[in-house]
């Protein structure tokens, strides 16, 4: 009996022991990934971002700059098949701004981005998450220091947990997985090429310059074909009740009215010509969004965005933010009505 109590207390002992080390070694590795990361002037990132939120899976490339100094500077673009679908999130000293080059158009936010949410492309959007939850899970492969922990969004509740990959010699992230409650891997973020403490030129973080110096070609949106109406895949049980379309002097309006238990509308607008000038800026009353193919402005009733040359806006008094989010993303897809 004596000798059993004396090996059930070592036995004890040695879990303790265990959990001691697995303990220090999850704290010793996070300290290593924020020293590497303070250390940073800026870097470049290269990675590419599936969405599986939809109908059907998206790819898109995102090119990530990133400056430290008094006020940090970002650029991130984002870039689908469709160049005309391409946007860039820019950070300044003069604000955060959505650029979308093949409108010539630029929007101003007033937000406290990327700060204010988890951002899977960022380095230190990954870093706060894994620091923010103390109940993280701590794994470790041949290669990779892997943190589960819970994400930071406002309103993409449908994403609530993330594994993070950490390169073992390096302490930079290689792959971030999103997955919703049941553990459906939703958005998938791969680093290929991450370039630490690069040269920046000094307008590569100027908003004019960024638009001036686009290589889209405008004028595939400009001969594009008539305007490709959209239709919601999910309408929260809604019906399709009025379309009107409106012609303006610059292009074509269609409202569309949707009844049932969740009301919404609707609109698309769509113009005929590329603004000439890059020094307008539209200001977007809302806190921006990523929609997975487009960046937008959210309110509490309203979300609108640009995609591929058409102006879209949405809202509804009957929905809350998850499901206007949900109509938003299914917009996209194939037509149907």
């Known amino acids: 009996m004596k000798r059993k109590y ?4 070592l036995l004890l002992a040695c879990v303790t022991m265990i959990a001691g080390c697995g303990s220090k070694s999850q704290e010793s590795v996070q300290k290593k990934i924020i ?3 303070q250390k940073l002037d800026g870097y470049k990132v290269e990675a590419e971002m599936t969405m599986k939120t939809g109908q059907d899976e998206r790819s898109y490339d995102v090119h ?4 430290r100094g008094e006020e940090d500077f970002y650029r991130v673009g984002l870039e689908s098949d469709n160049e005309v679908n391409g946007q860039v999130i820019l950070k300044n000293d003069e604000g ?9 158009k630029s929007f101003k936010f007033q937000t406290d981005w990327p700060e204010n949410s988890s951002q899977p492309y960022l380095f230190q959007s990954l870093v706060d998450d894994v620091i923010a939850d103390k109940d ?22 449908n994403l609530p947990v993330q594994e993070v990959y950490f390169d073992k010699k390096t302490y930079t992230p290689t792959h971030v997985r999103m997955m919703d409650e049941d553990r459906n891997v939703l958005v998938e973020v791969t680093f ?16 004019k310059t960024i638009l001036e110096s686009a290589t889209t070609d405008v004028t595939a ?10 239709y919601p895949l999910n309408t929260k049980g809604a019906e399709l009740t009025e379309q009107e379309k409106v012609t303006l002097e610059d292009g074509e309006r269609v409202i569309m009215t949707f009844k049932g238990e969740r009301n919404f509308t609707l609109v698309q607008e769509r113009e005929t010509s590329i603004p000439t000038s890059t020094t307008d800026v539209e200001q977007l009353h809302g806190d921006l969004v990523d929609l997975g193919f487009s960046i937008g402005a959210l309110t509490n009733d309203t979300i609108e965005w640009n995609d591929n040359g058409t ?11 998850d499901e206007l989010l949900e109509v938003a993303t299914s917009i996209y897809g194939k037509e149907v009505k």
């Open 35 to 37: 020293d590497t990361l």
């Open 311 to 321: 102006h879209f806006y949405l809202a509804s008094e009957d929905m809350t933010i």
């Open 96 to 104: 955060v701004f959505v650029l979308t080059p093949a409108l010539n």
């Open 136 to 157: 993280a899970v701590f794994t470790a492969s041949d290669t990779h220091y892997v943190f589960e922990t819970k994400t930071n969004y406002h309103y993409q509740t």
């Open 192 to 207: 290929a090429d991450m370039s630490l403490n690069p040269t920046f030129g000094e307008n590569d973080f100027d908003r």
């Open 64 to 67: 990530v700059w990133y400056k």
């Open 6 to 9: 004396v090996f059930a207390v």
């Open 221 to 230: 949106l400009e001969s594009s074909d008539a305007f490709d109406i959209k």
